[in-house]
């Protein structure tokens, strides 16, 4: 296979009622074009894997990497980021609530000159549809805290569907394990001056498999980041974190 112009990142874990059809989604919604499908089986205990290797046989593009245990969503963008072939990067969830009309618009932004493109819930024209008013007052609130913190620009600075140049990807260098890691490209990304683009997204609900996303485990993980995050925005050089 000739080198990908992009590589979309999904990382999965237990989503074996949603893998499928996530891959025949962006199969179908991107025939023709010359990219790579890279999932991150992020040590699935369940079929996931196995209906990844099947539909290998179908799909030449579609490439599979696994971690032996789970270890969380930014370690498996992490591993997608070090193992994508294409020049630039989009990472988005399995349960297909991230719309994939918004690619084509991500992808002419970075050629554009942008160096990320986040699909922005925060901004004129974005929004939730069908998810819960507690969930959605949640972020809200987390978010404009998180812009006052960290002086911000950026409207939605846990979105987790993005692109990226792929230099611009592994030059953040993610050290984030889990649920925070979008935050953390954020806020790396403000620091390292990036040209940052945002586009509305309507998020949705997802209609199959159970979230993954625990705000017990999440706040445990998020509390730490944000010291360590504080101190790398304000007191730090620009390239360490």
Known sequence: MKKPEFTIIIPAWNEHEVIGDAIFAVEKFFKGKNF?????NDGSSDSTAQ??????KKYRNLRLVNHRKNMGMGAAL?????NAMGSVVINMDADLTHPLSKVPKMLSWIKKGYDMVICSRYMAKGGMKDVPYWRQAISIICNKIFRFFFWSNIHDMTSGYRAYKTSVAKKINLQSKRFEAPLESSVKSLKLGLKIKEIPIMLGL??????????GSAARTYIPMLFRLFIYRWFSRRDKL
């Open 51 to 56: 209906i990844v290797k099947s539909l290998q």
């Open 206 to 215: 997802r209609e199959k498999g159970n979230s993954k996303f625990n705000y």
């Open 78 to 82: 992490s591993t997608g980021f070090a």
């Open 36 to 40: 790579e499908l890279l999932i991150v």
